[in-house]
Each structure stands twice: as structure tokens, then as C-alpha cells.
T-cell receptor
């Protein structure tokens, strides 16, 4: 069974440009989470989808970030326009809906560098 | 903010048991204790979780004190590949899912050859 996949693995862009990160969760996982770690900081929760609906987006830093999950399958996280402080590693995780244990499986992350 | 306290780093000899402590003195009755680890720059990896009983799986054991204010993750026979940052997380799991994970600074476990 394929795990959580993320694309691209690395992205280097200039300040002011737009970048779109993609996450493909494990098949059948309705819960999808986005996290990020910026340099020297802890991993921070960004938002949580249940199927195509945003369950919790309290961790989204500002309105330059837009997450979508059309059709309840893969998700995209767009940063527009990117700023220097957006540099970091963005992780996606997925889990089964309705399971009391909620084990989240993480992808390998996308390393974003904003110059 | 993380609701747990962990030592920043620990060493353990290869082949020995690694015991990683975690304090969660403000844990609520409906909060579970989860352990994840992050090896180098990979994505975090689930290890084990528990509510109040001790738990064991193929990776580790979790010992939760009776008052649930602290717990210990035990890696019974540590190998060099267990070198990683280990995170102890408390969270509520509800019927349809759960909130996002709140990561603290974790414990950097270094397995010595």
C-alpha cells in the first residue's frame, strides 16, 4: 500500500512568486492534515480536512496560504505571494475517519526555500 | 503550546533499552498520550499511543502512571536507526477524527555504538 506522497520534494522560488504544494493521502483516508516546520522552530499544525471540508484551519498563518481538497482526495497548499519567512518543510499527514485511535501517517515533506 | 515536558536530549548504548520520559501533569481525562518520532529530516512516524493502560507493539512499550501525569516510552533494544527526535503528544480523539498534533521540542535520542 502506498504511503502519503508529496510533490515536489524541494522547491526554490523567489520572494513574491507563487508555489503550490501537493499531497496525496493514503487511499481511503478522509482525514488530511498539513503541518510545517520553519527553521529552528517546532512542527506546527496548519489545517485539517475531513474529506473535502476544512475541519480546522486555525493554524494557517495568514491569507497568503490557501489549501484545497477538491473531491476529497489529494490536497494542494498554495502560497501566494511567497515571503522569506515561508521557508521551511511542509508535511502532510492522513488518517482514517471514524477510528478512535487516529494514527496519522506523514509524508516525506516538501522543502520550500524562498529567496 | 505543547502540554508535555520532555528532556531535550538523551544518550543510550546500542542494544540497551531506551527509556524516554514525558510529563503531562495537566492531561485531561479524555486525552490520549501519543508518541511520534522524526528521523533526521523525514516525516514524523507514529510509534504508539495509550489512554491509561500500558501498551506494547512491535516498536515500543508505553508505560503510563496511574495518575496519568507522566509516561515513559521504552525502546527495548535500541539500534543506531533509532536515533531520532521523539515527541510525546497529548490530544483528544473524538468520534470523527482528532485535532491536529501539537509538537513540542521533543527529546533528541542518540544511540551510541
Amino acid at each position: 500500500e502506498a504511503g502519503v506522497t508529496q510533490f515536489p520534494s524541494h522547491s526554490v522560488i523567489e520572494k513574491g512568486q507563487t508555489v503550490t504544494l501537493r499531497c496525496d493521502p493514503i487511499s481511503g483516508h478522509d482525514n488530511l492534515y498539513w503541518y510545517r516546520r520553519v527553521m529552528g522552530k517546532e512542527i506546527k499544525f496548519l489545517l485539517h480536512f475531513v474529506k473535502e471540508s476544512k475541519q480546522d484551519e486555525s493554524g494557517m498563518p495568514n491569507n497568503r496560504f490557501l489549501a484545497e481538497r477538491t473531491g476529497g482526495t489529494y490536497s494542494t497548499l498554495k502560497v501566494q505571494p511567497a515571503e522569506l519567512e515561508d521557508s521551511g518543510v511542509y508535511f502532510c499527514a492522513s488518517s482514517l475517519l471514524g477510528v478512535s485511535t487516529d494514527t496519522q501517517y506523514f509524508g516525506p515533506g516538501t522543502r520550500l526555500t524562498v529567496l | 503550546d505543547a502540554k508535555t515536558t520532555q528532556p531535550p536530549s538523551m544518550d543510550c548504548a546500542e542494544g540497551r533499552a531506551a527509556n524516554l520520559p514525558c510529563n503531562h501533569s495537566t492531561i485531561s481525562g479524555n486525552e490520549y498520550v501519543y508518541w511520534y518520532r522524526q528521523i533526521h529530516s523525514q516525516g514524523p512516524q507514529y510509534i504508539i499511543h495509550g489512554l491509561k493502560n500500558n501498551e506494547t507493539n512491535e516498536m515500543a512499550s508505553l508505560i503510563i502512571t496511574e495518575d496519568r501525569k507522566s509516561s515513559t516510552l521504552i525502546l527495548p533494544h535500541a539500534t543506531l536507526r533509532d536515533t531520532a527526535v521523539y515527541y510525546c503528544i497529548v490530544r483528544v480523539v473524538w468520534g470523527g477524527g482528532a485535532d491536529g498534533l501539537t509538537f513540542g521540542k521533543g527529546t533528541h535520542l542518540i544511540i551510541q555504538p
